[in-house]
T-cell receptor, first 111, second 113 residues
């Protein structure tokens, strides 16, 4: 089992550019979560999916953020346009029967 | 809405000693799960211990144990015989019935040799 796979591990982009973060959950896990971690705000839940359907996106900061899960093995988190305050570590996690597995995170720096 | 509070931003312990990290939460649910996660500098999130709210017995995992006080909505983590490798950020987390996992702000634990 390769675990939850996130790509890229690091991303540096210029303000105004579109950024796409990717996540491959563990096969058989039916829930997927996107978190953002910053020093100031800690770990914030952005959105989560059950069986590929978005359940709660109340944590998505604004319309610049969007997330999709077109199938059970892939999800994306897109920021367009990106801003310096979006700089953070973004985690994806998948869950089955109460057991959560986190990816290694993507460190995003917007300059 | 559920909330999780960790009131100790930083804690320090001497190697081989015992340390307790505090966590309180707020919820109107009666059935839920609580977790402690460890995040070392590698930033990987590692599950330390898990507690089901319906179980009265406190969970233990080797040197790690919890004090779960459901009425007080308290869930502290005790680390016995602290080791240098225990140094990390520790997060308390609450899982609602719908599966949503909510984290506290974290406690940074340092271990002195």
């Amino acid at each position: 089992d390769a675990g939850v796979i996130q790509s890229p591990r690091h991303e540096v982009t210029e303000m105004g550019q579109e950024v796409t973060l990717r996540c491959k959950p563990i096969s058989g896990h039916n829930s997927l979560f996107w978190y953002r971690q910053t020093m100031m705000r800690g770990l914030e839940l952005l959105i989560y999916f059950n069986n590929n359907v978005p359940i709660d996106d109340s944590g998505m900061p604004e319309d610049r953020f969007s997330a999709k899960m077109p199938n059970a093995s892939f999800s994306t988190l897109k920021i367009q346009p990106s801003e310096p305050r979006d700089s953070a570590v973004y985690f994806c996690a998948s869950m089955r029967k109460g057991g959560y597995t986190f990816g290694s995170g993507t460190r995003l720096t917007v300059v | 809405a559920q909330t999780v509070t960790q009131s100790q931003p930083e804690m320090s312990v001497q190697e081989a000693e015992t340390v307790t990290l505090s966590c309180t939460y707020d919820t109107s649910e009666s059935d839920y799960y609580l977790f402690w996660y460890k995040q070392p500098p590698s930033r990987q999130m590692i599950l330390v211990i898990r507690q089901e709210a319906y179980k009265q017995q406190n969970a233990t995992e080797n040197r790690f144990s919890v004090n779960f006080q459901k009425a007080a909505k308290s869930f502290s983590l005790k680390i016995s015989d602290s080791q240098l490798g225990d140094a990390a950020m520790y997060f308390c987390a609450y899982r609602s019935w719908g599966g949503k996992l909510i984290f506290g702000q974290g406690t940074e634990l340092s271990v002195k040799p």
